[in-house]
């Protein structure tokens, strides 16, 4: 009985220490590959020159993501010996390059990534060394995402080759770089991250492929140069915030045919070349399919140096603030769309080449400075029934308006016009048609307007503020078609020209008028 209970101790022993031996064995096996090790290896295994790099073994197939290298690494004309090195009689392959891995490091000449890398992880080549001497960019063709920053503040001024079948490039990837030949945009990408491209310069052309992405996102090219052209593909239908601002370009930009929304400060501030300026000219044609352009859009724009054609269709009814303010080479006739019922602060003020504004006739409101010191405008202003605001400096400064004209409106919607609306509008000799329906003429509405000639009233303003019409010296006729009784402050008009001004009103007030001016 002893002996069988001994043997059976015996046994149990046994299976302990074998299965610990090979739950042991089994942890050792799994660490080999857990992605926490780093593993420090001589960089010349990938091609460098000198120093070392860390690496972390990924799975059971020993592929490798790179981690880090040290302060002695160096290399020229980097390529990772084709992705795959040896180490301690194990061979392994590059499939990632972690975060900030190169970051900083002593780079020139080109950098190839191998064929074996599909992921680039955030800051991975930022900032590398030596960013006068860096030459072409050629990534992994097998390459999906490129993380954020991965090559900002390179410089690489050779080319940048984006593989057919990358899927994600992420937030300021490529900013501040300077590529010299072709960039092709394929349609595998669907996904572009901000400020993507940002102050880079292209000295070649700029192509997106069919059925790509439909955005440009927000700073995509801002602070960019451009030498050559730039294809956009018909799949495009929003251009978002800043994506060319401060751009400066040899050719026109274009606006793909299928846009629908310019986002704010899109065109903000992009300029021309010398050559291009001297030697071309680019209008503003929006294409008909856009509702929506935000504030400041095209803010200080002097690209675009010819007509501008706003887009038609019953969508697009605001033009919002700032939109096209300072496009001091604009020039020509503004038509403003039909459908269009808001002009907004500032949407064209100092657009001081333009020629000449038509389609004002379904507006119902202008805001404040909205054509402020359009100083080359020659034309007369015709508005319709609808409006119902003029708001303060509206068209103050411009020198070239002829006649304003207004049109019998609706007792719902009574007229306000704001503060200094008309002021200094110097060439300005007939107002037609103040209508029935009108609510306010603000100070100084009409102020400077040293050649107004004849007022013609269809209804008298509930208020009419003091000096609306101060250095008016050349009225001659006042016109009141109206039965209401017409009475203002007393410096409404200039007091030096009082005396000499005709004053017509219906018959039936006549008595009236000659009671309180004798």
Request: with cysteine; hydrophobic share 35%.
């Amino acid at each position: 009985m002893k002996r069988i209970i001994y043997k059976l101790i015996l046994f149990l022993f046994s299976s302990f220490v074998v299965l610990s031996t090979s739950i042991l064995l089994s942890s050792c096996f799994n660490r080999r590959y857990d992605p926490i090790d780093i593993i420090k290896a001589s960089a010349k295994n990938i091609g460098a020159t000198s120093g070392s790099f860390f690496f972390q073994i990924l799975n059971e197939n020993r592929d490798v993501r790179i981690v880090s290298v040290n302060s002695n690494f160096k290399a020229v004309d980097f390529n990772f010996n084709g992705g795959k090195f040896s180490n301690n009689g194990y061979n392994y392959t590059i499939v990632e390059i972690g975060d900030g891995a190169f970051r900083g490091a002593n780079l020139s000449g080109a950098l190839t990534i191998p064929d074996t890398v599909t992921i680039i992880g955030d800051s991975a080549f930022g900032s590398l060394l030596n960013a006068d001497h860096h030459d072409n960019l050629i990534l992994s063709k097998n390459l999906t995402t490129i993380g954020p920053a991965a090559f900002i503040n390179d410089q690489f001024k050779g080319q940048l080759v984006l593989p057919k079948g990358l899927k994600t490039i992420k937030e300021r990837c490529f900013k501040n770089n300077c590529f010299r030949k072709n960039l092709f945009i394929p349609n595998s990408i669907t996904e572009i991250g901000n400020n993507v491209f940002e102050k880079s310069g292209y000295y070649n052309d700029v192509e997106f492929e069919e059925d790509g992405i439909h955005s440009i996102p927000k700073g995509c090219f801002k602070n960019c140069f451009f030498y050559g052209t730039i294809t956009f593909p018909d799949c495009i239908t929003l251009i978002d915030d800043s994506a060319f601002q401060y751009v400066t370009s040899t050719y026109l930009i274009p606006f793909p045919k299928n846009l629908i929304s310019i986002g704010r400060y899109a065109f903000g501030s992009i300029t021309c070349t010398d050559f291009t300026s001297e030697f071309h000219s680019y209008d503003l044609i929006l294409p008909d399919t856009v509702n929506s352009i935000a504030e400041h859009a095209f803010y200080n724009s002097t690209l675009f140096n010819g007509e501008i054609h706003l887009p038609d269709n019953a969508g697009f009814q605001y033009i919002a603030p700032s939109a096209f303010e300072k496009c001091y080479k604009l020039k020509g006739t503004l038509t403003i769309p039909q459908h269009v019922k808001t002009i907004s602060n500032l949407s064209f003020s100092e657009c001081s080449s333009l020629d000449k504004i038509e389609g004002l006739e379904n507006v119902d409101a202008i805001g404040d400075h909205a054509f402020y010191s359009c100083v080359n405008l020659d034309c007369d202003l015709s508005f319709g029934s609808s409006l119902n605001k003029i708001s303060s400096h509206a068209f103050n400064n411009c020198t070239g308006i002829k006649s304003v004209n207004f049109k019998n409106n609706d007792q719902l919607k009574p007229l306000s016009i704001g503060e200094n609306s008309f002021d200094g509008c110097t060439s300005l000799t007939t107002i037609n048609d103040i209508p029935e329906y009108i609510d306010t003429i603000s100070k100084g509405a009409f102020k400077d307007c040293t050649n107004l000639e004849t007022i013609k009233f269809n209804g008298v303003p509930k208020t009419i503020d003091e000096n609306t019409f101060q250095r008016c010296t050349h009225i001659k006729s006042i016109f009141i078609n109206s039965d209401k009784y017409f009475s203002c402050p007393n410096n409404t008009f200039d007091t030096r020209t009082l005396p000499n001004i005709n004053l017509y009103v219906i018959k039936e007030n006549i008595d009236h008028y000659r009671q309180d001016n004798p």
